[in-house]
């Protein structure tokens, strides 16, 4: 079920080298490495650099370590991992009885039980470095470090680029720079989100594996002379989906300039594919995990019937008819996902005429609080390899959970993998996965019944209805965006 090791580590090097050759700033590629680095190896990741003085080390990106951890402040060079400054790796199986350690009791703290620290090799002398933090005891193997430098000259890499681009911009004559100084540099020390719900973003992307760099590329959009006079840059790339996302604010004001930015932008760039996604959408989406302002809206109850059980029937009998003779002669395997699909799964079954399989498959949800990885809770137990899967969804939404389903059931080598959803509310697709039986296209509206729940409720409903939500107490209380 998981993916190989080999594969891991090349996956997450062929996405440092991407973000390496974009417009992306120093901060952001420093950051794509660590989370590449923590979701290969499934550890906590962080990023240090040497200051001009080469006496501290200076925090400067990490992943799925506490906060805590991270503001212990500056280390000492020279107390701290040494490897910093003989550019050896440095491997510590038991942080509680390592001298090496600077801060053992905030490791406890928490949790860190294991620990490998690589130097960033800049120009032949250290500029900082990469550490690896388990929450069990692990024992690093020659390919866990070998892929580490690997992912530390990259880093080195991305810092040796931005220093010369920087020279270029900002020539200083007479004064000579050490590997870590200057503007670039000093940003690259910390990752900053304009705003939190950035943040609370990105951390969903990666939880669905789903590749993201931050305001990667501005737009221009208006000359004067040869001088721009207005640009546009979009809050996120997405490189895997080779898609641009613009988070809003509620504020009519901003929205509708935003608006005529973007249609200009797409009149402009025509190739440039762009999503913007409103502050309500965009909560809504958050509150799915049980996070941002609509994270408790309570449901006032069912707004309007969406679809009756016979419309519901007629629509079930004529995708069953289409599976039949679909994947006559093949006997497909139906997989239904989360629970979403239990009734549609249940009477699509028995419209299907030919013979078949079922099987379900589970995986987790995102939580705010614990910035783990995408994984299966129940997995498949039919071997899919030379079958002809059908994936069962109720409703797909952003594609997230689908995509990143089919990601880990694609090199199980099935013969053919499809999907059929009863519901498919298209305007709000982030990944683009393509479906091949849809039941019918639904607005952005909260729908329940027929199997699909508002926090474990109306599942048993026999139709489809919208959901009416409370309204929370302040609609802009989070704050409005940036820009
Ligand atoms: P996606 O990953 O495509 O964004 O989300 C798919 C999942 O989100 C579905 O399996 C379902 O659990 C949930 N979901 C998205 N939209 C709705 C909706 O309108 N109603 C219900 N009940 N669940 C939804
Ligand atoms: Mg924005």
Redesign the pocket.
């Known amino acids: 079920m998981a993916i190989g090791k080999e594969q891991a580590y090349y996956k997450a090097a062929r996405r440092a080298v991407t973000a390496l050759n974009s417009d992306a700033s120093l901060k952001q590629v420093l950051h794509t490495i660590v989370r590449n680095i923590a979701r290969a190896m499934e550890a906590g990741v962080s990023l240090v650099l040497l200051d001009s003085s080469r006496k501290k080390l200076a925090h400067s990106s990490s992943w799925g370590l506490p906060q805590f951890y991270l503001r212990k402040g500056v280390l000492d060079a020279d107390k701290s991992l040494s490897e910093v400054l003989t550019g050896q790796p440095a491997v510590i199986g038991d942080v509680g009885r390592d001298s090496r350690v600077q801060y053992p009791e905030m490791a406890a703290k928490a949790g860190i039980v294991s620990m490998l620290g690589i130097p960033i090799m800049s120009s032949g002398l250290a500029a900082g470095s990469i550490r690896v933090y388990t929450r069990e005891p692990r024992e690093f193997t020659n390919q866990d470090i070998s892929f580490v430098t690997t992912m530390a000259n990259l880093a080195a890499v991305a810092l040796g680029s931005s220093l010369l681009r920087e020279e270029k911009e900002e020539a200083e004559p007479g004064r000579s720079q050490t590997p870590v100084e200057g503007a670039a540099l000093r940003k690259a020390r910390s990752v900053t989100f304009a705003h939190p719900s950035e943040e609370e973003f990105a951390r969903i992307l990666d939880f669905?594996d789903v590749e993201w760099i931050y305001e990667p590329r501005s737009f221009p959009l208006r000359w004067e002379a040869d001088r721009i006079t207005e640009m546009f840059t979009p809050d996120f790339y997405l490189p895997g989906l080779d898609l641009y996302i613009e988070l809003t604010t509620l504020k009519q004001s901003s929205v509708t300039k935003k608006n005529r930015k973007l249609r200009h932008l797409r009149q402009l760039y025509p190739e440039v594919k762009i999503m913007l996604l409103h502050k309500n959408e965009y909560d809504r989406?958050l509150a799915?995990y049980g996070c941002g302002p609509l994270a408790h809206t309570r449901a006032r109850g069912i707004r309007r019937v969406l679809y009756s059980p016979a419309e519901i029937e007629e629509r079930v009998r004529a995708l069953a008819g289409r599976i039949s003779k679909d994947y006559a002669g093949r006997r497909p395997i139906l997989v239904g996902?989360?629970?979403?699909f239990i009734c549609f799964m249940a009477d699509l079954i028995r419209y299907i005429t030919i013979p078949l399989d079922v099987d379900f498959i589970t995986m987790s949800y995102y939580s705010a609080s614990d910035h783990s990885m995408f994984k299966f809770t129940k997995d498949m137990e039919l071997n899919i390899a030379g079958r002809h899967v059908i994936v069962v969804?109720?409703?797909?939404?952003?594609?997230?959970?689908?995509?990143?389903i089919l990601n880990h059931l694609r090199p199980r080598r099935a013969a053919s993998l499809a999907v059929c959803t009863l519901?498919d509310?298209r305007v709000?697709?982030?990944?683009d996965v393509p479906l091949e039986y849809v039941g019918f296209e639904?607005e952005d509206?909260?729908?329940?019944g027929y199997g699909?729940?508002?926090e474990e409720e109306?599942r048993n409903l026999p139709f489809v209805g919208v959901?009416e939500l409370e309204k929370p107490e302040s609609e802009d209380r989070a704050g409005s965006h940036k820009k």
């Open positions: 669905y989406l799915r996902v989360q629970r979403g969804e109720g409703i797909v939404d952003t594609g997230m959970t689908l995509n990143s519901l509310k709000r697709r982030i990944a639904v509206e909260f729908v329940v699909l729940d508002y109306y959901l």
